[in-house]
């Protein structure tokens, strides 16, 4: 009964006073569900009711699209936008998709090769330079400190040279005996960093240039055992430093023979010790020659027995001699 139906609603889909429209498929699932509802309608119904139904659904499909369009109007435009351009945008995207898909192999292969070439399980030379690279930027501050050790070293064994020059009171030998014991403790410290790392050459010539640098401290150490001025204390507080910079002075002279005289045990310092003693002796006896000169001229004219014409000036060089 539907179909009749249809055909006999067909004619009036499209009148003069409703706009042009698709006319409904007899198989389209709403068009066949209203006809069943309409075959089951009184004939008082389908004049009084339905009309007024079918308004108010009309009426409240309009107030939704309505509500719709002005919610999602930008978004109806874009998409009618996109729509438009979706047929020249699909052979595009066709055409990149081939190039991408004709790409990939050479990608792979790449890709592959960069796997190989910088693989961390086989030796790299770039690997290894970039990683010590980075190691030293992290570590950059130690190796500051590190490489600054030789010059701290050198200003401590400076400034106990000077110190060391002018050492007449208590506060100047306090000031050389710490700058001592800093250079000590300096290189002890470049003594444990190179045993740690004997085979960093940095290291090792930071080590080297200690050693000499210690060498100098010796050196000065000695200088002053030959000073003018150095008193009993000083100079044992001296041979204790060179016990502690040059140990190899410490030993006995001879490994073979048990010494068996007094301060035999005390090996090559010592002698150093009587050595740098001598050298000052000598050097103040080779200042005093030119009055000792005087002074054996002067006995030499008394025993000749010249008469001097001032008589207290007698013996003056003499005595000045044995003053000095």
């Not at 050479?106 to 770039?126: G, H, K, W």
């Not at 008193?231 to 060179?242: E, V, Y």
């Not at 005093?288 to 054996?296: I, K, S, T, V, W």
Request: hydrophobic fraction near 40%.
């Amino acid at each position: 009964m539907a179909d009749p139906l249809y055909d006999l609603l067909a004619p009036y889909f499209d009148t003069q006073d409703a706009p042009a429209r698709p006319v409904p498929s007899p198989s389209d699932p709403a068009t066949h569900a209203y006809l069943n509802r309409l075959a089951t309608l009184s004939l008082s119904s389908l004049s009084s009711s339905e009309p007024q139904s079918l308004a108010y659904s009309s009426a409240s499909t309009v107030r939704s699209l309505q509500a719709l369009s002005k919610r999602s109007h930008k978004s109806i435009i874009a998409s009618s936008s996109n729509l438009s351009s979706l047929s020249s945008s699909l052979p595009e995207l066709a055409e990149h998709a081939a190039r991408l898909r004709d790409a990939l192999p050479e990608l792979e292969s790449a890709s592959a090769d960069f796997e190989q070439t910088y693989s961390r399980s086989n030796e790299n030379a770039i690997l290894d330079r970039r990683r010590k690279a980075m190691l030293l930027a992290r570590n950059v501050d130690r190796v500051a400190d590190v490489l600054e050790l030789p010059t701290l070293l050198s200003s401590a064994i400076s400034s106990s040279g000077a110190a060391a020059q002018g050492a007449g009171n208590s506060a100047a030998s306090g000031l050389n005996n710490a700058n001592y014991a800093s250079a000590l403790d300096l290189h002890a410290h470049i003594k444990r960093l190179h045993a740690l790392y004997p085979n960093v050459g940095l290291v090792t010539e930071i080590a080297m240039q200690a050693e000499q640098e210690m060498k100098g401290m010796a050196t000065n150490l000695i200088t002053s055992l030959q000073s003018q001025g150095i008193k009993l204390a000083g100079a044992m507080r001296t041979i204790g430093w060179l016990r502690r910079i040059a140990p190899e002075l410490d030993q006995a002279w001879n490994y073979n023979q048990k010494s068996t005289s007094i301060g035999g045990n005390e090996g090559a310092l010592g002698a150093l010790f009587l050595v740098c003693r001598l050298a000052n002796l000598l050097t103040t006896l080779e200042a005093l020659d030119p009055l000792r000169e005087l002074a054996d001229q002067e006995a030499a004219r008394r025993s000749d027995g010249e008469k001097t014409k001032d008589n207290w000036a007698g013996g003056q060089q003499t005595e000045r001699y044995l003053k000095r």
